[in-house]
Structure formats: structure tokens, C-alpha cells
């Protein structure tokens, strides 16, 4: 054996000493093509409904109230209670619990049955996270346990127990109630909400099935790097997707073209590998369903960015709910219409498909039918523009959640900071999952910004690297590359050479009251753009972490030096000790074609702590120069936009979501604010030529200039949500001309 034989077979043998017979496949490397065929529906809905009935709906509720709903909204799929928690119909399976209230009715069937007629996507929606004491009583071992070997009560319904999502009750009883659900009605698909846990189980099974696998005892410590927690994160996840593939393959074996849908996924914060999901996901729903304290009226449309990243073209569709969604879980509640709406123009903005929920078949408070009805007939008009095959984007925000499991905490508020700046910056980007950083799924960006993705693996530096290579821009934070893959410390940054630095062994913070000097070349004078808005200020806030790091190859007048923290009290002793250093806060290369930026610091989290308008700049600034070309859309005026810009079948269009709101950082919304005339330029894919331009919300056909391949337009004002919808021409075959390709 040769010595990098033996060193990949050292390093195998070490992931199989450290996770027994679980593997986590490297990055680039090409999973197991076990995936079957989407479902023939998958690509048709685009507004969804859901119906979530209670327990004592049955014989209450007015079904034909709510298939008259569907029709007005113009939705055309559904989502229905069926089966888990409360049986809706007239169930065989033991232990599956009728409604009290259900007699000899078969209220799912009969929704169903009127949804077909409506011509609607069928789906059934169960729930298993909670079950009752005849079930405890014969079947002890379904229940979840705590770490001090109780069963766990249900905390908000006291006579139900919560039940174990890794054992026999979801592999065995919810893989019977879906068969059934399946055989009966047929439907198209089965939803499955809560179906991945409440907390850690510490039952029987979890503790036998987690012991063959990993060789240890079920973790008591939530530290990532202690081993047993370490192998938990990733032995979870593979329970249940080889619970996600059952419950799949089952209902497939029933009606060929169904498929389950898993209620999963997220962000950097979220449990289960996205990409794992991406793979076996034929469409997904994208559950934030509102705004909850200071959550940003943009958080809806990451959410749709997220899940994109890892199912790229597959549908995503976006959970909204209709009420108040604060910890205190008034289910029962309504929104203001200008909150729901805003929300929604922002996940349809960015790709989500809309998904209203309702709980209860009675309603008690009537006030959100009509904006909902409202919402879905206007994107109902403008469905030919919202069936989207690409986004133009050049900018690829980088999310982690490796990065987040083994280093919990640190990696979400440098993201948020970034999308913060992106937005008011009106730089139209995606997000991108860091295991898919391969050269198919990068092929569209020109650059990737990673806020503080401290893990990484020498296979994702590498990739890093090739991305730089081949002519792509990189705008690094903070603790980006510091740690591996399994958030274990390196000793020099995985990017170091990237960066051009090396790690001399401190990360500070938090530091008070520290300053950066801006800088300017001592021969001409000049700036560097990266300091772009910035010409009459000498010196501006620093943030509040920073990784010591040195140079390993020469920067030549770095536009940003630190002045380090001093006094901040008493008054009197408020006077920095040392203004000026040599220590650079930026390292700005321009390796081979690509272009890499290096904060040292957490320009990005401290922006979203404090949202300093020169940290804004740098952060812009930082992008522009990376990038180095002109952006697919300019969009100059007043306000805060969030701004996205897609291909269609033969059509191009600009969303122009208006979050000018007093309401803005935090909710809900009181009322839309229109904002006044925005300018629009934006570059025309090539082989193609702009046709007829509209405005879809205005209704109106805006004067357009063509210089070259952009367009310019003005749109006079927006309320909530624009669309900039061009159709676009495209070369004939024999290039004498261009005309109109059939949108089917
Ligand atoms: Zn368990």
C-alpha cells in the first residue's frame, strides 16, 4: 500500500472506530441514487390550503363552507386531516383514535371527495407526536422517556403521552395508519407534521438500537464534542431517514404516484441534513408561518432561499399562517391583512409557492378569509410569471449547519447580519449550502460569501479554493475555516492561504469600545473602493470579535487598521492609548482570475446587533469589488426592497418587495406604505430580447430605454409587492429574428 492509500484507509478506519456503522459521505462525493420518481403532480399546484380540523369538528364544521373557500381562493392543492393523533375517518387500526365526535361519519372522505371534484392536489395530513393511555397501557414501550426514565406526559394536552419518533410506534403503528390512509383514499401525497421527535427519548429502543450502532450510551451532556453527543446528532438523523424511506416506499407500493412529506428543514439551525433532504425530497413545505418577535419581514423569503439551496428547481412551498404566531401559540387568532400579505409577497418573491393554514373547521374569527382570498386571485393573475426555472442571482450566501451542530450557536447571527445587508445593499442572491459547494451546484455564482463558517473540512476548502481559481469572487468572516468539520480547533485557518494570513493563536472578545482607521494609498491619495461612501470618515466602529491572524505574503496599504480597545470609563480616561497600527481588519487578494475579501472580525454579527450604517457599506462594499461585474438588476430609489430577479419558460421577471415599514425589525405590520418611484436596469439574458414589459401589480405598460442588453425602466410606486414581468423573444433557429417561445 502506497502512503496516501494508507492514509485513506487510516482515515476510514478512524470514522468507523469514532461512529460505528455510520457514515457521512465527504463532500462532492455523489450519493446513493436511491430516490425514486417525483410524483407526476408535484410541479402543478402553485396555492395551496390547509385544513387542520380539531377533535370536535366532526358534525360541527360545514365542509361545503370550506370547498367553497378552496374554489374562491382558486387553490389547487389541499392538505386534510387524517389520521395520528385523531382518526377522521372510520379507521381499522388498533389503536388509531377515532374522533370523539366522529359516529359513522367519514369527514376525511368526504372532503376528499369534494376536493377532487374541485379538481384540487389531495393531500393527507397525520400527526404522531402524541397518543393516549389505552395506548401506553398496552403498548408501554411507543412512549417516549426522560433522561430520569419517566414517560413523558404531552406538555400542553396532560391525558396524552408523547410519543417515542425513533422506535416502533412511527416504524410499525404510523407505517400501518399510513398504508391504510393510502389504500382507502389514494390520495396524492401524506404529510407528516411533529414526526421527527420532541426532545431527546431516552426509552428502551433508543437506548438498545443507539448502543449496536455507536458503541455508547445515549448522550446526557449537550456538549458536540463529547463523543456519544457527537455520534447522536448524525445517528438521529439516519433513524430517521431510514424512517422518511419506509413510510415512502409504503405509501409508493400503494399508489405509485404519492409520495410522503415529511414536515422538515431549514436553515443552518435545522437538525437534519439538508442536503440528505434535498436528495430524497420530491417537493418540500417550507414551515415559518409568521413573524415572531424580532423576526425580520425577509425571514420568510431565506426561508425559501435555504430550502432551495439544497432542492434546487424541485417546487418549495411556503407554510403561512393566517394568525399570531408567539410563543403563546394563540392558534385561535388573526393578523392584521397587511402582515400576512407582506409575508407572503416575500416568500413568493423568492420562490415559495403559498400554503395557508387553518386549525379548527369552526371558525372564530372570520377576519382573515377575505385578504387570504385576496392574495391568492391576484397570484393566481400573475401565475404564468411565477412558474419560475432559475434565478439570475451571481451572489451565493453560504449557510452551515455542520457548523452549527458541533459549534452550537455560532454561525446563525453572521448570516442574518449578512442577509440584513444584502437586502438594503438590493443585491439579488441565493443561498448555499456548504456540502454543495461542488462545481455543478456553484456553476451560476460569481460569489460566495461565508459569514464565520467556522467548520469546514479540507474537502470543503478545497472546493473553496477551485471556486477561486476559476475566477470567482470570496468574501470571508470572523471564524471562517477555523475548525474542521467537526468543529475541533485547527491550528492555521483551512483558507489560510486563501486569506494570505495565518492564525497566531487568539480569538478576542468582546471587545469595547475598539475602532477601525480607514486608510488611503500615501503615494496617490486614493481609496480603495472597498471604503466606497465612506470619503469623509477617518475612523469608524470596529466590531466585537476578532481572530488574531498575521500576513504571510505582502498587503500593501490596507484600507483598514485597527486601533485597539481602550478605556470606555470614567469620562476622563476615554482617550485611545495607541491610534494608529499596522494591523490590517481586511486582507483583499486578487488570486488568479477570483478575488477574495478577509474581515478578520464579526463585521456580520455585529451588523445585526447593531446595524451600523458603516459596517452596511463595508459589507456592500465587500461584494461589489468581489463580484466585479454588473449586477442582472439595478433598482435605485427610496426605501428597503427586497429584490429577486428569475427566469421563466419565456419570461423575465423582478420582484420588488416594499419593507419600508415602521414595522419593519418588528411586527406586525399596521399598514402598506407605498414608496415612491424606483429606477430599474436590468440585463437581458443573452439569445433572447425583451418583448412587452408590464407591471403586474400596477396593471400598467412602463416606457422602456434598451442601451445594449439592459433595459431601464421606471416603477412609480409600490405598495407591497411589484412585478416587473418581461417577456422575453428568443433568437430563431436560422437567427434572422426573435420571437415569443409558447409558455406553456
Ligand atoms: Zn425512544
Known amino acids: 500500500m502506497n502512503r496516501r492509500g494508507f ?8 470514522a468507523t472506530v469514532a461512529f460505528g456503522r455510520l457514515a457521512w459521505t465527504e463532500p462532492g462525493s455523489t450519493a446513493a441514487a436511491t430516490t425514486a420518481p417525483p410524483p407526476g403532480w408535484v410541479d402543478t399546484p402553485m396555492r395551496w390550503a390547509q385544513l387542520t380540523l380539531v377533535e370536535n369538528d366532526p358534525g360541527r364544521f360545514d365542509p361545503q363552507f370550506w370547498l367553497d373557500y378552496f374554489a374562491r381562493t382558486r387553490s389547487d392543492a389541499v392538505c386534510l386531516s387524517a389520521g395520528g393523533c385523531v382518526a377522521y375517518y372510520p379507521t381499522r387500526v388498533p389503536f388509531h383514535h377515532r374522533s370523539a365526535w366522529l359516529d359513522e361519519r367519514d369527514v376525511f372522505g368526504e372532503l376528499v371527495a369534494g376536493c377532487r371534484k374541485l379538481g384540487m392536489v389531495v393531500i393527507a395530513r397525520t400527526d404522531p407526536h402524541a397518543t393516549y393511555d389505552d395506548v401506553r397501557a398496552a403498548h408501554p414501550d411507543w412512549i417516549a422517556v426522560d433522561a430520569e426514565g419517566s414517560p413523558r406526559r404531552h406538555w400542553a394536552s396532560p391525558e396524552m403521552w408523547v410519543t417515542c419518533a425513533l422506535g416502533p410506534y412511527n416504524f410499525e403503528f404510523m407505517t400501518e395508519v399510513k398504508r391504510e390512509i393510502m389504500s382507502r383514499y389514494r390520495v396524492d401525497g401524506i404529510f407528516i407534521n411533529r414526526w421527527d421527535g420532541s426532545g431527546m427519548c431516552y426509552c428502551e429502543h433508543c437506548r438498545r438500537n443507539f448502543r449496536v450502532a455507536c458503541g455508547h450510551e445515549l448522550p446526557r451532556s449537550s456538549d458536540p464534542q463529547d463523543p456519544a453527543r457527537r455520534a447522536y446528532i448524525l445517528w438521529r438523523q439516519q433513524r430517521l431517514f431510514d424512517l ?28 437534519l441534513d439538508m442536503r440528505r433532504i434535498g436528495e430524497l425530497a420530491p417537493t418540500l413545505i417550507a414551515d415559518r408561518q409568521a413573524r415572531r418577535g424580532l423576526t425580520a419581514p425577509w425571514a420568510n423569503g431565506k426561508n425559501g432561499k435555504e430550502f432551495r439551496a439544497a432542492m434546487g428547481p424541485k417546487p418549495i412551498v411556503g407554510i403561512f399562517s393566517v394568525g399570531v404566531e408567539e410563543p403563546y401559540r394563540w392558534k385561535d387568532s388573526v393578523q392584521s391583512e397587511a402582515e400576512i400579505r407582506l409575508w407572503v409577497a416575500d416568500g413568493v418573491a423568492n420562490g415559495l409557492r403559498p400554503w395557508f393554514t387553518k386549525f379548527s373547521g369552526v371558525l372564530h374569527d372570520e377576519r382573515w378569509l377575505k385578504p387570504v382570498e385576496r392574495i391568492y386571485q391576484r397570484l393566481a393573475r400573475w401565475e404564468r410569471y411565477l412558474r419560475n426555472e432559475a434565478s439570475l442571482a451571481r451572489v451565493g450566501l453560504v449557510y452551515s449547519q455542520q457548523t452549527e451542530w458541533f459549534r452550537p450557536g455560532a454561525v446563525e447571527d453572521h448570516i442574518l447580519g449578512w442577509y440584513q445587508a444584502l437586502v438594503e445593499s438590493r443585491i439579488p442572491f441565493e443561498m448555499v449550502h456548504d456540502r454543495l459547494l461542488d462545481t455543478v451546484h456553484l456553476r451560476s455564482f460569481k460569489t460566495l460569501i461565508l459569514p464565520s463558517i467556522a467548520a469546514l473540512s479540507d474537502g470543503q476548502c478545497s472546493q473553496l479554493r477551485s471556486f477561486v481559481e476559476n475566477g470567482g469572487g470570496l468574501v470571508a468572516t470572523h471564524e471562517t475555516s477555523l475548525y474542521d468539520e467537526w468543529g475541533v480547533r485547527r491550528r492555521d485557518l483551512g483558507l489560510a492561504d486563501l486569506f494570505g494570513v ?146 421563466q419558460k419565456a419570461s423575465l421577471t423582478v420582484h420588488l418587495v416594499n419593507l419600508t415599514n415602521p414595522m419593519m425589525m418588528k411586527g406586525p405590520v399596521r399598514e402598506l406604505i407605498p414608496v415612491g418611484e424606483q429606477q430599474v436596469r436590468l440585463r437581458v439574458p443573452a439569445g433572447t430580447q425583451a418583448g412587452q414589459v408590464r407591471l403586474l401589480a400596477a396593471g400598467t405598460t412602463p416606457r422602456i430605454e434598451r442601451s445594449g442588453d439592459f433595459l431601464t425602466l421606471t416603477v412609480p410606486s409600490i405598495l407591497d409587492h411589484e412585478v416587473v414581468a418581461v417577456d422575453l423573444l428568443e433568437q430563431d433557429s436560422d437567427g434572422a429574428g426573435f420571437s415569443l417561445r409558447n409558455p406553456s
Open 502 to 647: 495565518t492564525f497566531t493563536g487568539r480569538v478576542e472578545g468582546p471587545m469595547q469600545n475598539s475602532y477601525l482607521r480607514l486608510e488611503a494609498d500615501p503615494v496617490t491619495g486614493k481609496r480603495h473602493p472597498l471604503l466606497a461612501g465612506l470619503e469623509d470618515a477617518s475612523r469608524i466602529i470596529n466590531g466585537v470579535g476578532r481572530v488574531e491572524v498575521a500576513a504571510t505574503r505582502p498587503f500593501a496599504n490596507p484600507p483598514l487598521t485597527l486601533i485597539p480597545s481602550y478605556p470606555d470609563l470614567p469620562m476622563e480616561k476615554v482617550y485611545p492609548r495607541v491610534t494608529k497600527t499596522e494591523v490590517p481588519q481586511v486582507y483583499l487578494r486578487e488570486p488568479a482570475a477570483g478575488r477574495v475579501v478577509y474581515f478578520p472580525w464579526d463585521i456580520d454579527r455585529t451588523f445585526w446587533e447593531v446595524l451600523a450604517p458603516d459596517h452596511l457599506a463595508l459589507l456592500r462594499n465587500a461584494v461589489t469589488w468581489a463580484t466585479s461585474e454588473e449586477p442582472p438588476v439595478m433598482v435605485t430609489g427610496p426605501g428597503v426592497l427586497d429584490v429577486t430577479v428569475w427566469r
Open 244 to 271: 422518511w424511506q419506509l413510510w415512502d416506499g409504503e405509501v409508493r407500493a400503494v399508489n405509485r404516484d404519492s409520495c410522503v412529506i415529511p414536515n422538515t428543514g431549514g436553515g443552518a439551525t435545522s437538525s
Open 7 to 14: 492514509l485513506q484507509a487510516a482515515s476510514v478506519a478512524g
